[in-house]
């Protein structure tokens, strides 16, 4: 809200349980079309027919959608997120968390920027996936990109990765944000690799196709579902 409206623009910051800090440049949050990443360009340019965009922040796949002549609606649990997006022109915008929309039939369901990580946990994502399951059309999609955390662990002698042992997934990662020096709640976010993903997705009997493969150990993926098995 700062960077969109008239107050003087701090430091983000976020803090991961991994050890790790890094400053995010707010504008990254406000980027176009143009200086997004070839994995997230990809991404909305699969997108199609009634779009929710899970997470949306400030709204710009959304603006590329509309602008692209697609119902996009923009979600967010962030309430000035959302109040952003909107002022941004995205027409539809929703308040809440993905868990307390009950009702969908959309064509696509949009998950980026490690859109995965909402899921928090492993089973947070199988929780996850049934719920998304649920708001798809017949023939529907699940677009959502993730990265695989492997590259930054040790490995054992026999090839196996020493994990924390307060974890029980070497991705499931707790963040916390600083902004003008106050910081915010701890909450986790998952890093899913995408044989795990694939793995669990079967299991709910979805079809994973790996779409694109970024430059960082990032990967974009397609979950999709025989129209017949979706119950809207």
């Not at 976010?189 to 694109?212: H, K, N, P, Y």
Request: contains cysteine.
């Amino acid at each position: 809200m700062d960077y969109y409206g008239e107050e003087p623009v701090g430091e983000l910051w976020s803090h991961s349980s991994l050890g790790t800090s890094e400053q995010v440049p707010v504008a990254h949050f406000f980027r176009d079309f143009g200086t997004m990443p070839a994995l997230e360009k990809n991404a909305l340019e699969l997108c199609r027919g009634k779009v929710l965009d899970i997470g949306c922040g400030a709204g710009s796949h959304c603006l590329y959608l509309q602008d692209s002549g697609l119902e996009c609606t923009g979600l967010d649990r962030s309430c000035d997120a959302v109040e952003t997006a909107s002022r941004r022109g995205v027409k539809n915008t929703l308040c809440k968390d993905i868990f307390e929309v009950k009702v969908g039939n959309f064509d696509t369901l949009l998950l980026l920027m490690n859109g995965a990580g909402i899921a928090g946990t492993l089973e947070g994502l199988r929780k996850l996936l049934l719920h998304l399951a649920g708001l798809l059309a017949p023939g529907g999609q699940i677009l959502m990109d993730s990265s695989d955390l492997i590259y930054m662990f040790d490995e054992d002698d026999d090839g196996g990765v020493w994990v924390p042992g307060n974890v029980t997934y070497y991705g499931e990662v707790t963040y916390r944000w600083e902004y003008k020096g106050r910081q915010g709640s701890e909450f986790p976010w998952l890093f899913v690799d995408f044989g795990t993903l694939q793995r669990e997705a079967s299991m709910l009997g979805f079809e994973v196709t790996l779409i694109q493969e970024g430059p960082h150990y990032d990967y974009l993926a397609r979950l999709s579902r025989p129209a017949y098995e979706n119950r809207g």
